[in-house]
């Protein structure tokens, strides 16, 4: 071998190995199946990106959980996923975004939810936000804090709506039933005035059209999964590992139990089969 051929060698190597990060999978954790609507918006953005999703149905929900045992299980989820070989890891459980993300130090990237809905809040409102959560995320107030840390100016109205989660699971996101519901959950903050509302849950995408015909055309709505998925594109590039070749993208989802419930619920998020589904020990 010349000493160009073997100058030209580690170069090579070194392109294959950038080339094999890049087309590994983005890692997506959830409690359960709440998470697609994050899988969903990065599929929307980053259609060339693989992603492994898992969904932790064993121990749902999370939100009634201390927060040392939500940071126990969402450091054994991203040991997981980074024992699988992803690039990056999207905690888009909003619990575990409130509660482990400052905590998590894994090798790759990782982004929670609850930062950049916060952000997208905070830039775009006039002073007034609503956030809607389940009562555990409203009760911590992790949105507020972040929000008010953001813009000191703001004022933050919370409201949980406990109820949306399974009118979501039920399939029922278009019914008369949710309509009710979100006029009752929803006038509280139409009469506090809100001119922006935070969507603090990953079910309540499903419910953003009937969200926003009782909120009306004068209340911008900030999808915390759409958020997110901005930093994540973002942040590939930054460190450059957004997937640049041809390649096809290949997802993979996982669960801890009751994969046919996911499986049924799981489709209805995605708007199509997930044609792979494997239980996991975690």
């Not at 996923?81 to 894994?106: D, F, M, Y």
């Not at 901005?230 to 801890?256: M, P, Y």
Request: glycine share 8%.
């Amino acid at each position: 071998m010349s000493g160009a051929d073997a100058a030209a060698a580690p170069a090579e190597r070194n392109a294959d190995t950038a080339r094999e990060a890049k087309a590994r999978p983005i890692g997506v954790f959830d409690s359960g199946v709440g998470g697609l609507t994050v899988v969903a918006a990065v599929q929307r953005l980053l259609p060339r990106e693989s992603i492994l999703y898992l969904g932790d149905t064993a121990r749902l929900p999370y939100g009634t959980k201390s927060p040392s045992t939500v940071l126990a299980y969402s450091r054994k989820n991203v040991d997981f996923l980074v024992g699988r070989g992803v690039k990056a890891v999207v905690v888009a459980c909003n619990t575990a975004s409130a509660v482990a993300v400052g905590e998590l130090q894994p090798p790759v990237p990782l982004w929670g939810v609850l930062g950049p809905g916060a952000a997208r809040a905070a830039a775009v409102s006039r002073g007034r936000v609503g956030i809607i959560a389940t009562e555990s995320t409203i009760d911590s107030d992790a949105y507020g804090r972040e929000l008010r840390r953001l813009r000191p100016d703001v004022e933050v109205v919370s409201q949980p709506c406990p109820l949306f989660v399974p009118l979501v699971e039920e399939g029922w996101h278009n019914d008369p039933v949710a309509a009710e519901v979100a006029r009752r959950y929803l006038a509280p903050l139409r009469e506090r005035g809100v001119d922006t509302l935070v969507l603090g849950c990953t079910h309540y995408p499903l419910l953003r059209r009937v969200i926003a015909d009782v909120m009306g055309p004068e209340v911008m709505l900030v999808d915390s999964a759409d958020a997110v998925a901005e930093v994540v594109a973002a942040d590939l590039l930054r460190h450059e590992l957004a997937r640049d070749d041809d390649g096809a993208a290949e997802h993979h989802f996982c669960v801890t139990d009751a994969g046919t419930r996911f499986a049924k619920i799981g489709a209805r998020f995605l708007g199509t089969e997930l044609l792979s589904l494997e239980w996991v020990d975690v």
